[in-house]
């Protein structure tokens, strides 16, 4: 075992297990062996709860840092004779251009970013120990690497759906990072076992930790296409105003040259209202989830939003209320265009996308019925979702009518089962044979809640009656001579009212007369019926108004009420004029969706500017998006509170450049991985596990998680494997270069300048990179044979199910077989 020492105290007996760095902070050599277990074990969870969200905070600043851009300005064309000429009209004079090479940030700031815990706690544990090898460090280290290699590589391939999945597009590069990482691990097992056994020499640590300059000059040099044929690549421009889909058309974006363009966004706000019900906060909001989910993330993005998500913090990703919801998929599915230009037939999003919901309303909102009618029915209809129970309490509101005296107190639960569209509950009236005028009172409808249903309130919640004594059909015309509404409105709602008797069902016709409003360019005309039940009084007739988002003058149309049916009449306004205003400013409307799209971005982006925003967003739950938090929410945020709030106050990235957040949080990964590596030492200590297993199990796979997380959301969110892939073996190369390298470097230039030998035996790592070299070797050529066989997709993830369960119990069969390996030479 690996706990041979014990510790010392100024008095008293000696202590079982070693102490470390900074722990233990108390004497707890009188506590129970039980309870320092419990204590500790929780104690570590906790703090690996803690390194994950610094090493967020620290992948911010490297957001900050590796996004950083420089403009180039365009040389004009030259004709053949010399001179100069206009730039084409889609080329920009100036565009931005990323200062950080994307492979190159990946390999260092970001797979540092990743990576840093497991790196700085091998150093520090070496630095902190005489400049001695250890065991934690470089275990964690080479088990984290098999773990993410292994497990996450499997959990990638069941993320996908059924037929789904994801190949690597850039194998070159993918190749040369995966070459190295286990060269370096190759490169570890000779300068341990053959070259200098049991001893690392000065040259040979430097080379290790001289190996990471290496990688990167190769990554860089295939990433430029250097050698072999040269090939189409990204020129790290942020040219966001277009891009092409699937099927090469180009099709264009909100951004111009990284900037919200006027023009894009109008053409985008255009199309998004022509589905209805969208206001202009919607559409701002659709604005920034299409920009955002249009842009391309790196694997370290989906990391961040990855810790955030199960420590109830802001989320990176937009969310969106179901309508909303409902109108992006549709669009995302036909296209920002989506409806039928032929037909001019504006798109209805309910009946392409199934409502999640069931929703309940009364069937009018406004019924009028005799003193003496005794009872009546009221009717509740059910739209939406129809699969489901649901379940509404109605309950009476008195105005003046007051219940007891001029109507019975109703309290009633209504239920209605599969597939039911009506329920009627009856109202009942009291008579008291005296003369009164016309009085109302309220029907009121509310939500039974039920953790199994989904059941929500139509338009239609109240609903007025009103006691009249007239038993006429009444007379029929419009609320109002005239109607003005703006053209940003969505639609008009015009009031019709019965008046003068409301006994039986009638009937009345409209339609709409063009004025300098047209009908299909202005809003949507025709002609149709309006039915009025038996006591009804009053219906709004809704009529759309398109949005073309120009400026105009005012424009109007009319509507013309006739042929009333069932012994109704049509009243002295049976015509109402509906002037359609332009909105104030044009340009203030456009500036106003500008404003509500950047805050919308704003709220998205990954770091804040000032404290106060970092300490606000740290303090409530789900970043402040209380709309949006579940009960799983406030519980991840109750736990990571403490830990929020503290790295709240950590500089904001806007501070010298996101410059002054990377080194204060770096060392506070520092101080976080110091004490994480005395947790797991003495925790291991007191089980009876050596150095090694706790190394490659708990804490491994404790700071394995984010990862993993991370991992599949790339996977399922980008087209390909690239990013999880060279993300997962990048990460690999860093940590063994850095993570063991430069550790050993400082350590074996200590000795060196006293005269001393720098030894590591290899019955600490030897093994362990041995064996993880060959589970690499197993790994790699089982995702290179589904990259070529169909029976697994040709692809690295997802693919047909029978293959891509057999590749998991493969990766995890390998990832079983070397931890027992590894756990068994321990004994």
């Not at 296409?225 to 942020?238: I, P, V």
């Not at 019925?369 to 509404?392: C, D, M, Q, S, Y």
Request: hydrophobic share 45%.
């Amino acid at each position: 075992m690996g706990h041979g020492n014990t510790s010392t105290y100024p008095w008293g007996p000696e202590d079982i297990c070693p102490g470390g760095l900074i722990l233990p902070i108390l004497d707890e050599r009188l506590w129970p062996i039980k309870v320092r277990v419990v204590v500790y074990l929780f104690t570590l969870l906790y703090f690996l709860l803690g390194i994950s969200i610094v090493a967020d905070v620290f992948m911010t600043a490297i957001d900050k840092i590796t996004s950083h851009t420089k403009k180039v300005y365009l040389a004009k064309e030259l004709t053949a004779n010399g001179s100069d000429v206009s730039l084409r009209p889609d080329q920009p004079e100036v565009i931005e251009v990323r200062i950080w090479n994307p492979t190159i940030a990946n390999l260092t700031l970001m797979a540092l970013g990743t990576s840093s815990p497991e790196i700085l706690l091998s150093i520090i544990e070496t630095v902190g120990h005489h400049f001695e090898a250890r065991k934690l460090g470089p275990n964690i280290i080479v088990g984290s690497a098999a773990f993410n290699l292994l497990i996450i590589t499997s959990l990638c391939t069941l993320t996908l759906g059924l037929n789904e999945k994801r190949r690597i597009h850039d194998l070159k590069v993918f190749l040369v990072i995966g070459a190295f990482s286990f060269f370096a691990y190759i490169w570890l097992l000779l300068i341990i076992e053959v070259i200098s056994p049991n001893v690392i020499e000065l040259w040979e640590a430097a080379a290790t930790f001289m190996l990471f300059p290496i990688l990167m000059f190769f990554a860089y040099a295939t990433d430029k296409n250097w050698c072999g044929k040269d090939t189409e690549h990204n020129t790290h421009q942020l040219d966001l105003s277009s891009f092409e889909d699937q099927n090469g058309t180009k099709k264009q974006l909100i951004l111009k040259n990284g900037k919200i363009d006027k023009d894009n966004l109008i053409k985008f706000v255009k199309n998004v209202k022509q589905y209805s019900g969208i206001t202009d906060a919607d559409a701002a909001k659709l604005a920034a989830t299409k920009l955002i989910n249009s842009t391309h993330h790196g694997a370290m993005w989906y990391r961040i939003g990855a810790v955030r998500r199960f420590t109830g913090g802001k989320q990176i990703e937009p969310i969106l209320e179901d309508h909303l919801k409902q109108v992006y998929d549709v669009i995302q599915k036909n296209g920002e265009i989506g409806y039928d230009t032929l037909n001019h037939m504006p798109p209805t999003f309910s009946q392409n996308v199934e409502t999640k919901y069931a929703v309940l309303e009364f069937h009018a909102p406004t019924i009028a019925v005799k003193e003496n009618i005794g009872k009546f029915p009221v009717t509740i209809w059910r739209h939406g979702n129809l699969n489901t129970k649901a379940i509404v309490r109605v309950d009476s509101i008195n105005g003046t009518a007051k219940e007891g005296e001029d109507f019975v107190k109703v309290k009633e639960v209504v239920e209605f089962k599969e597939n039911e569209e009506e329920k009627e509950i009856f109202i009942e009236l009291i008579d008291d044979n005296k003369w009164e005028p016309d009085e109302e009172f309220f029907l009121r409808m509310s939500v039974v809640h039920h953790k199994d249903l989904s059941v929500k309130l139509g338009s239609i919640s109240i609903m007025e009656v009103t006691i009249i004594d007239n038993d006429e059909p009444g007379i029929i015309s419009f609320g109002k001579r005239g109607l003005l509404v703006k053209e940003s409105t969505g639609f008009a709602e015009v009031p019709i009212v019965r008046t003068h008797g409301s006994d039986s069902e009638v009937s009345v016709k409209w339609k709409t007369i063009d004025e300098s409003a047209i009908s299909g360019r202005d809003y949507v005309g025709g002609e149709g019926e309006i039915i009025f039940k038996d006591k009804e009084v009053a219906k709004v007739l809704k009529i759309e108004i398109i949005n073309d988002m120009c400026p105009e003058k005012d424009e109007c149309f009319e509507i013309k009420l006739f042929g009333a049916t069932g012994g109704a009449k049509i009243g002295n306004v049976n015509r109402i004029a509906i002037t359609i205003s332009s909105d104030d400013d044009f340009d203030s409307v456009v500036d106003r969706l500008m404003l509500l799209t950047n805050i919308n971005i704003h709220a998205l982006e990954l770091h804040r500017q000032t404290w106060a925003e970092q300490i606000k967003t740290a303090m409530t739950v789900n970043g402040g998006d209380l709309n949006n938090a579940t009960t799983l929410t406030y519980v991840l945020h109750f736990f990571s509170f403490f830990w929020k709030v503290i790295f709240a106050f950590i500089p904001p990235a806007a501070v010298f450049s996101g410059w002054l957040r990377f080194v204060t949080s770096l060392t506070l990964i520092g101080v976080m991985a110091t004490i994480i590596g005395d947790l797991a030492t003495i925790f291991g200590c007191l089980i009876g596990l050596d150095d090694a297993v706790t190394a490659i199990t708990i804490v491994a796979l404790g700071m394995s998680l984010p990862d993993i997380l991370g991992a599949c959301m790339v996977t399922r969110a980008e087209t390909h494997a690239d990013e999880a892939m060279i993300h997962i073996a990048g990460s690999i190369a860093v940590k063994v270069l850095m993570g063991v390298g430069l550790p050993w470097f400082i350590a074996a230039l200590y000795h060196y300048l006293n005269g001393n030998l720098f030894k590591v035996p290899s019955t600490r790592i030897g093994f362990n990179v041995l064996l993880y070299s060959v589970m690499a070797i197993l790994a790699v050529t089982v995702l290179m044979v589904r990259r070529n066989v169909e029976f697994f997709g040709k692809a690295e993830f997802g693919g047909p199910k029978k293959g891509r369960y057999i590749t998991v119990a493969i990766l995890i069969s390998l990832w079983v077989i070397y931890l027992s390996l590894t756990c068994f030479q321990t004994f």
